[in-house]
């Protein structure tokens, strides 16, 4: 299925959680926090303006990126879960 997320919003899929600790402790699942991390995978063509323009999206498909804690609506397309957000709730780019 394909999917094209409006306006200003994305289509993320959350990167896993860790397993361990820095200590070295292996979490158990229960533990576990939901990642703020995430790969953008699809991406809307912007946020329309009061007089009509596009602002163009920061962000593009394919950018690993962080973001708030409760952000976006949680999906399932084919089995696979994904987030979809606004723009406004990215808070960096992660660059490698």
Known sequence: MKIRPLADK???????????????IVLPDSAKEKPQRGKIVAVG???VLDDGTVKKMQVKKGDT?????YAGTDVKIDGKEYLIMDESSILAVIEK
């Open 10 to 24: 994305l289509l993320v899929q959350r990167l896993e959680a860790e397993n361990k600790t820095s200590g070295g």
């Open 45 to 47: 063509k912007g946020k």
């Open 65 to 69: 990126v962080l973001f708030t804690s």
